[in-house]
């Protein structure tokens, strides 16, 4: 039972539109998220989080937007850039008694010239 | 060069084998982890360690072990390789608990014939 679910395994989008990439979680103890990228050959380097007691956070091109009442997340990349084309993993964790971080099957977004 | 490496960057090994898969960081950070990533599942934590000596299970601990002798290294064993361990293993550290940013190794990608 997947309590992280990246429900678009694979997005394209133009060069300098924006990039949206959907996360949505079960466990109503998560309470902190991060967004995570990886090139191929590589690994997952930290892109952007959020705590629960924002709903939004915003760093240069990347914004994560957080819906508690919907149990989702989102992460807008504007303008977007050939360079963004990369798996993004969402995770989550419940900082007060786990220390493991859940991550979802990730999304392929593409960013097309 | 300071960072997090692991080795081998791809192994082969058949159905029975002993296989241990090396991780080494150079930060001193306190914790580290071991994931598996497999199409559909993202990433899925194996094991963990919170401090030289200290280990836990994860999601999917069934045929690995772990050990963390010393700060910088914690290998990860498959003491009797099985074909459903074919996967890409990826090391990560951080400084503290989970909400810290993790930095991951480039990862081993293990094939079992």
């Known amino acids: 039972d997947q309590q992280v679910k990246q429900n678009s395994p694979s997005l394209s989008v133009q060069e300098g539109r924006i990039s949206i990439l959907n996360c949505d979680y079960t466990?109503?103890?998560?309470?902190?998220f991060l967004w995570y990228k990886k090139y191929p050959a590589e690994g997952p380097t930290f892109l952007i989080s959020?705590?629960?007691?924002?709903d939004k956070n915003e760093d240069g091109r990347f914004t994560v937007f957080l819906n508690k009442s919907a149990k989702h997340l989102s992460l807008h990349i504007v303008p977007s850039q050939p360079g963004d084309s990369a798996v993004y993993f969402c995770?989550?964790?419940?900082?007060?008694?786990?220390?493991?971080?859940?991550f979802g099957s990730g999304t392929q977004l593409t960013v097309l010239p | 060069d300071a960072g997090i490496t692991q080795s081998p960057r791809y192994k082969i090994t058949e159905t029975g084998r002993q296989v241990t898969l090396m991780c080494h960081q150079t930060?001193?950070?306190?914790?580290m982890f071991w994931y598996r990533q497999d199409l559909g599942h993202g990433l899925r934590l194996i094991y963990y360690?919170?401090?030289?000596?200290?280990?836990d299970k994860g999601e999917v601990p069934d045929g690995y072990v772990v050990s963390r002798s010393k700060t910088e290294n914690f290998p990860l064993t498959l003491e009797s390789a099985t074909r459903s361990q074919t996967s890409v293993y990826f090391c990560?550290?951080?400084?503290?608990?989970?909400?810290?940013?993790?930095?991951f190794g480039p990862g081993t990608r293990l094939t079992v014939l």
């Open positions: 930060w001193s950070h306190s914790y």
């Open positions: 990560a550290s951080s400084e503290s608990e989970s909400t810290d940013t993790q930095y």
């Open positions: 959020i705590s629960s007691i924002k």
């Open positions: 995770a989550a964790v419940d900082s007060g008694s786990a220390r493991q971080l859940t």
């Open positions: 466990n109503s103890m998560f309470d902190y």
């Open positions: 360690s919170a401090a030289a000596d200290i280990t």
